[in-house]
C-alpha cells in the first residue's frame, strides 16, 4: 500500500516538474522573443501617443495660464489707474488739500 502511494506522488512529482521545465523552455526559446516584440512595438506606439498628449496639454496649459494672467494683470493695471484717479478726484474736489 505505501509503495503503491510512494508510487503515485513520485510520478507526479516527476510529471510536475517535466512540465514546468517543458513550459518554461518553450517559453524561453519561443515566446520571449515574440513578446519582447510585441512589447517594444506597443510602447513604441503609446510613446508616441502619449508625448502628443502631454505637449497637447502643456501648450493647452501654458495657453490658459497666459489668458488668465492677461486678465489678471489687465484687472491689477485697470484697479490701479481707478485708484490713482479717484484719489486725484478727491485732491481735485478737496481743492488741492490732502489729507496726509
Do not use: C, H, P
Not at 51 to 67: C, F, P, T, W
Request: aromatic letters at 6%; zero cysteines.
Amino acid at each position: 500500500m505505501w509503495t503503491q502511494a510512494l508510487i503515485v506522488v513520485s510520478t507526479s512529482l516527476l510529471t510536475s516538474v517535466l512540465t514546468l521545465g517543458l513550459a518554461w523552455l518553450l517559453f524561453d526559446r519561443y515566446l520571449k522573443a515574440r513578446i519582447r516584440a510585441e512589447v517594444e512595438v506597443t510602447a513604441e506606439q503609446l510613446g508616441s501617443r502619449f508625448k502628443q498628449q502631454v505637449s497637447e496639454g502643456v501648450r493647452e496649459g501654458i495657453g490658459n495660464g497666459l489668458a488668465d494672467l492677461r486678465k489678471k494683470a489687465a484687472r491689477s493695471a485697470a484697479r490701479g489707474g481707478l485708484d490713482l484717479l479717484e484719489e486725484n478726484i478727491n485732491l481735485w474736489l478737496r481743492g488741492g488739500r490732502s489729507e496726509d
